[in-house]
């Protein structure tokens, strides 16, 4: 096993031998403080870490000098669903996020006719006596329309 070098230990610049503890993305603000962490195409300015976030990525604590972007904004968060705070509905929907949309299957009975699931769920109700959504989304009923079904 080796020795360890100075910066294997996160302190002060005097641990830290010729590194610039203010523009180093490696040693930002202490030694052995990476920026590079959680996502974060990391700079380091006056000591502290900053730059964009990966793609599909967000800060949405926004603490991006401590822990970068935490949150996986394109993946399957229904919290965080194609951005931070974009939340999936949960309205007669099983709220599902997949690569940052929400696509969850409606409640039986429920359709989603407004092309909208994550704010507005599976909004609409096709299998009652609305003429204008018997038995699915504008579906025009110019007779009686009964359990979704036009006579």
Same mark, same amino acid.
């Not at 599976?122 to 329309?145: A, F, R």
């Given at each position: 096993?080796?020795?360890?070098?100075?910066?294997?230990?996160?302190?002060?610049?005097?641990?830290?031998?010729?590194?610039?503890?203010?523009?180093?993305?490696?040693?930002?603000?202490?030694?052995?403080?990476?920026?590079?962490?959680?996502?974060?195409?990391?700079?380091?300015?006056?000591?502290?870490?900053?730059?964009?976030?990966?793609?599909?990525?967000?800060?949405?604590?926004?603490?991006?000098?401590?822990?970068?972007?935490?949150?996986?904004?394109?993946?399957?968060? =229904?919290?965080?669903?194609?951005?931070?705070?974009?939340?999936?509905?949960? =309205?007669?929907?099983?709220?599902?996020?997949?690569?940052?949309?929400?696509?969850?299957?409606?409640?039986?009975?429920?359709?989603?006719?407004?092309?909208?699931?994550?704010?507005?769920?599976?909004?609409?109700?096709?299998?009652?006596?609305?003429?204008?959504?018997?038995?699915?989304?504008?579906?025009?009923?110019?007779?009686?329309?009964?359990?979704?079904?036009?006579?």
């Amino acid at each position: 096993m080796g020795k360890p070098s100075a910066c294997d230990f996160k302190g002060p610049a005097s641990l830290c031998p010729g590194k610039d503890l203010q523009n180093d993305p490696l040693n930002c603000g202490q030694c052995g403080h990476s920026c590079a962490v959680l996502h974060l195409a990391g700079t380091c300015s006056q000591g502290v870490c900053d730059g964009p976030c990966a793609p599909g990525y967000g800060d949405c604590n926004n603490n991006r000098a401590q822990d970068g972007c935490e949150a996986a904004v394109a993946a399957n968060d =229904i919290f965080n669903c194609g951005g931070c705070g974009l939340v999936c509905s949960a =309205i007669h929907i099983t709220a599902v996020c997949t690569a940052g949309a929400c696509v969850g299957p409606c409640e039986a009975g429920y359709s989603d006719c407004d092309n909208d699931k994550q704010s507005g769920g599976c909004e609409t109700w096709t299998q009652g006596d609305d003429p204008k959504n018997c038995g699915g989304c504008g579906k025009l009923c110019q007779g009686t329309c009964k359990a979704g079904v036009c006579n």
